[in-house]
């Protein structure tokens, strides 16, 4: 991944994403390039050919907000999206600037929460999808709900995880565009850069979405499972902003009550069940940055 010009890779990415007749002009004929060509967002922009031209290019580095607005509306960005081409456009801090390597550890009150839920898997993740922690009834759900575990790696690497998931496809293509999103405008970030590389090596699938530049934060979604020990599961999965943290985020699992999917919960759950005497089962590990 080369950060030196992040914001002309987001603007042909996204250029090529955009039919003709999507925005008004007439589709078909002979196009070397999916998509707009740079002289059709710049007229639909209102902007020169030439400045669109050293935007992509990385010529230009400052284009005002109301150019990158009229840019966005032409490339069908949703909101989201819009702030992110805004900030790619705004000037970082060297590399230099940022943070040194630091530890960092769940806080107890949280672990104490997870653990708290026996019926109710839960598990917290920092901004690379990094799990931290887990309750035993998340990592009943798929053992890659622990502590160490890569959870974008996972779904895209693990075979046994692509087989729990019943809505892989979409988990992926969610997957990628909220890593995206919360990785925020810093290209540079080596722990980003190192997990972008590593699976844009080991997965086609990573590689073709990573490269669509999509931009979406993470939101709740109903996963569907398929599980070996109780069948298939459909959970609802709400995901918390954990504030006062750096991007740590707390997924918390749940099922529609009274459904199906509520009683083979209950039985997974006391297939995990701690007995009398047992000590807390959370599983918890240090943050590193």
């Given at each position: 991944?080369?950060?030196?010009?992040a914001?002309g890779?987001?603007?042909?990415?996204?250029?090529?994403?955009?039919?003709?007749?999507?925005?008004?002009?007439?589709?078909?004929?002979?196009?070397?390039v999916?998509?707009?060509?740079?002289?059709?967002?710049?007229?639909?922009?209102?902007?020169s050919?030439?400045?669109?031209?050293?935007?992509?290019?990385?010529?230009?580095?400052?284009?005002?907000?109301?150019?990158?607005?009229?840019?966005?509306?032409?490339l069908?960005?949703?909101?989201?999206?819009?702030?992110?081409l805004?900030?790619?456009?705004?000037?970082?801090?060297?590399?230099?600037?940022?943070?040194?390597?630091?530890?960092?550890?769940?806080?107890?009150?949280?672990l104490?929460?997870?653990?708290?839920?026996p019926?109710?898997?839960?598990?917290?993740?920092?901004?690379?999808?990094?799990?931290l922690?887990a309750?035993?009834l998340?990592?009943?759900?798929?053992?890659?709900?622990?502590?160490?575990?890569?959870?974008?790696?996972?779904?895209?690497?693990?075979?046994?995880?692509?087989?729990?998931?019943r809505?892989?496809?979409?988990?992926?293509?969610?997957?990628?565009?909220?890593?995206r999103?919360?990785?925020?405008?810093?290209?540079?970030?080596?722990?980003?850069?190192?997990?972008?590389?590593?699976?844009?090596?080991r997965?086609e699938?990573?590689?073709?979405?990573?490269?669509?530049?999509?931009?979406?934060?993470?939101?709740?979604?109903?996963?569907?499972?398929?599980?070996?020990?109780v069948?298939?599961l459909?959970?609802?999965?709400?995901?918390?902003?954990?504030?006062?943290?750096?991007?740590?985020t707390l997924?918390?699992?749940?099922?529609?009550?009274?459904s199906?999917?509520?009683?083979?919960?209950d039985?997974?759950?006391?297939?995990?069940?701690p007995?009398?005497?047992?000590?807390?089962?959370?599983?918890?590990?240090?943050?590193?940055?």
């Amino acid at each position: 991944m080369d950060g030196s010009n992040a914001l002309g890779e987001f603007l042909r990415a996204r250029r090529a994403l955009v039919r003709p007749e999507e925005v008004g002009l007439p589709g078909g004929g002979l196009r070397r390039v999916p998509g707009l060509r740079r002289e059709e967002v710049a007229m639909l922009a209102g902007i020169s050919s030439d400045y669109y031209l050293r935007l992509e290019q990385g010529r230009d580095r400052n284009p005002s907000v109301q150019v990158l607005e009229a840019i966005a509306r032409v490339l069908r960005l949703d909101t989201d999206a819009t702030a992110h081409l805004v900030g790619l456009a705004q000037e970082r801090p060297a590399s230099g600037a940022r943070p040194g390597h630091r530890t960092r550890r769940v806080p107890a009150s949280l672990l104490q929460l997870i653990d708290g839920w026996p019926r109710t898997p839960a598990y917290l993740q920092n901004r690379y999808t990094d799990c931290l922690a887990a309750n035993a009834l998340a990592t009943a759900l798929t053992p890659n709900y622990a502590p160490g575990v890569n959870l974008l790696r996972a779904v895209f690497l693990d075979p046994a995880e692509r087989a729990l998931r019943r809505d892989w496809a979409d988990l992926t293509a969610e997957g990628v565009a909220a890593l995206r999103s919360g990785a925020g405008t810093d290209p540079d970030d080596p722990r980003l850069r190192d997990l972008v590389g590593e699976l844009s090596l080991r997965s086609e699938r990573f590689r073709t979405l990573w490269a669509r530049h999509e931009v979406r934060p993470r939101h709740g979604r109903v996963s569907h499972l398929s599980h070996p020990q109780v069948g298939d599961l459909d959970l609802h999965s709400d995901k918390l902003s954990v504030d006062g943290t750096d991007g740590l985020t707390l997924v918390v699992f749940h099922a529609e009550p009274g459904s199906r999917s509520a009683e083979l919960l209950d039985i997974l759950g006391s297939l995990v069940a701690p007995r009398p005497g047992d000590s807390p089962r959370t599983h918890e590990r240090a943050e590193e940055s």
